[in-house]
T-cell receptor, first 113, second 112 residues
Framework: DAGITQSPRYKITETGRQVTLMCHQT?????MFWYRQDLGHGLRLIYY???????DKGEVPDGYVVSRSKTENFPLTLESATRSQTSVYFC????????????FGPGTRLTVT | GNSVTQMEGPVTLSEEAFLTINCTYT??????LFWYVQYPGEGLQLLLK?????DKGSNKGFEATYRKETTSFHLEKGSVQVSDSAVYFC???????????FGTGTSLTVIP
């Protein structure tokens, strides 16, 4: 299907475990983004990527790792999950940077116990 | 720093009522301003945007005017429908860098 997809949609993991959230887009957009959504904070940028093999930190990058070996995929890894990383994670993509519209995936709800 | 402040919700309105959701911003430069909408169980969708002062963004009966003098971008709709029930996010983007700054969101419920 065309668009931007995320998997899994729901994930429960234990403290200390590694978990990877997947993001895939079919538009060949250059830019991809990872946000977390928490009550009282809105959306906060974790990492973004301007192109394959180019990534940069956002507002809250600690505890997360990203990679982008292919334009269409942008996985987010929590190397050692903590309870404070319980959140809803959204992936987004845009054709270019700047004020171009960002298209959001449906989100992944992650619970760390 | 850069930030967006939205009116706290939740907001509950009857169908056909007038809607205003307040949004003010603080920015170190000259931002573009956005309203995104999030329907239940979905990701955010762009609703409207304005890229310079006095611009009015509009879409689906919603509109917002970029007011530099009051650093505001309030969202309005003259007659809401049940299908407008969603969470609305105000956001800003500076002309430099790639980061959007989102407000905390305002939940709107429209009852028949």
């Amino acid at each position: 299907d065309a668009g931007i997809t995320q998997s899994p949609r729901y994930k429960i993991t234990e403290t200390g475990r590694q978990v990877t959230l997947m993001c895939h887009q079919t538009w060949s957009h250059s830019y991809m983004f990872w946000y977390r959504q928490d009550l009282g904070h809105g959306l906060r940028l974790i990492y973004y990527s301007a192109a394959a093999d180019i990534t940069d930190k956002g507002e809250v990058p600690d505890g997360y790792v990203v990679s982008r070996s292919k334009t269409e995929n942008f996985p987010l890894t929590l190397e050692s999950a903590t309870r404070s990383q319980t959140s809803v994670y959204f992936c987004a993509s845009s054709l270019q940077g700047g004020t171009y519209e960002q298209y959001f995936g449906p989100g992944t709800r992650l619970t760390v116990t | 720093g850069n930030s967006v402040t939205q009116m706290e919700g939740p907001v509950t309105l009857s169908e056909e009522a007038f809607l205003t959701i307040n949004c003010t911003y603080t920015a170190t430069g000259y931002p573009s301003l956005f309203w995104y909408v999030q329907y239940p169980g979905e990701g955010l969708q762009l609703l409207l945007k304005a890229t310079k002062a006095d611009d009015k963004g509009s879409n689906k009966g919603f509109e917002a005017t970029y007011r530099k003098e009051t650093t505001s971008f309030h969202l309005e709709k003259g007659s809401v429908q049940v299908s407008d029930s969603a969470v609305y996010f105000c956001a800003l983007k500076l002309n430099t860098g790639n980061q959007f700054y989102f407000g905390t969101g305002t939940s709107l419920t429209v009852i028949p």
